[in-house]
């Protein structure tokens, strides 16, 4: 079983987290190896004085109170300005074509899923029926139409009855949503790429 990584509150963590850098960007700024850079950051090597000195410049950047303990996380905000239309564009009609054909094939499921009732509805009373006169209908005949109601009914409460397909409708239906959703969001946003971009939607 892995180990759960703890959170280090060194200097070093806290500079490359407040500014958002990689180990490795960082060791090459300070001319040490990525290895000792996380070594400093884990707490297992001191950092020395030259080191120091040199991340000095960036941890003079850092908040007041923040030398000794990671950054709290930037709140999301949208770049300054207006979105290219191009690419929006491109991905709604991405997703208008792609939601139209999950509801196609939406459409078609249900379809079945509606004949199936239908099915179940009506053979009961089919099944129940008094069978035709000997001399009207041959009794072989009589017998085969009587299996192939009941192979009906078979199938019928089976396509009512199958979690798989149910499985598989649900996620059709969640996929068409959600490309919808998008779609929604790039209109919105193209409406108002005139403008300054609307803000992003407060994450769940």
Same mark, same amino acid.
């Given at each position: 079983?892995?180990?759960?990584?703890?959170?280090? &509150?060194?200097?070093?963590?806290?500079?490359?987290?407040?500014?958002?850098?990689?180990?490795?960007?960082?060791?090459?700024? #300070? $001319?040490?190896?990525?290895?000792?850079?996380? &070594?400093?950051?884990? $707490?297992?090597?001191?950092?020395?004085?030259?080191?120091?000195?040199?991340? &000095?410049? %960036?941890?003079?950047?850092?908040?007041?109170?923040?030398?000794?303990?990671?950054?709290?996380?930037?709140?999301?905000?949208?770049?300054? $300005?207006?979105?290219?239309?191009?690419? /929006?564009?491109?991905? #709604?009609?991405?997703?208008?074509?792609?939601?139209?054909?999950?509801?196609?094939? %939406?459409?078609?499921?249900?379809?079945? +899923?509606?004949?199936?009732?239908?099915?179940?509805?009506? /053979?009961?009373? /089919?099944?129940?029926?008094?069978?035709?006169?000997?001399?009207?209908?041959?009794? =072989?005949?009589?017998?085969?139409?009587?299996?192939?109601?009941?192979?009906?009914?078979? +199938?019928?409460?089976?396509?009512?009855?199958? =979690?798989?397909?149910?499985?598989?409708?649900?996620?059709?239906?969640?996929?068409?949503?959600?490309?919808?959703?998008?779609?929604?969001? #790039?209109?919105?946003? %193209?409406?108002?790429?005139?403008?300054?971009?609307?803000?992003?939607?407060?994450?769940?």
């Amino acid at each position: 079983m892995p180990r759960r990584s703890i959170p280090s &509150n060194t200097l070093v963590a806290a500079v490359r987290k407040y500014l958002a850098l990689e180990q490795q960007e960082l060791a090459a700024y #300070l $001319g040490v190896s990525r290895e000792l850079l996380a &070594n400093i950051e884990a $707490g297992r090597r001191s950092l020395t004085g030259p080191l120091l000195l040199r991340l &000095n410049p %960036l941890a003079a950047l850092l908040p007041a109170g923040e030398r000794a303990r990671p950054a709290a996380p930037v709140p999301e905000q949208a770049p300054p $300005g207006a979105p290219a239309p191009g690419p /929006l564009e491109a991905r #709604l009609d991405y997703c208008r074509h792609q939601a139209q054909k999950l509801r196609r094939e %939406l459409t078609k499921r249900a379809a079945t +899923q509606a004949a199936a009732r239908r099915w179940e509805a009506v /053979l009961p009373a /089919l099944l129940a029926a008094p069978a035709p006169a000997a001399g009207l209908v041959p009794p =072989a005949e009589v017998a085969r139409a009587r299996q192939w109601l009941l192979a009906r009914q078979q +199938q019928a409460h089976a396509t009512l009855h199958d =979690a798989d397909e149910a499985a598989r409708y649900h996620l059709l239906r969640l996929r068409a949503e959600a490309l919808e959703g998008e779609a929604a969001g #790039l209109r919105a946003l %193209l409406a108002g790429s005139a403008g300054a971009a609307p803000p992003l939607p407060e994450k769940m």
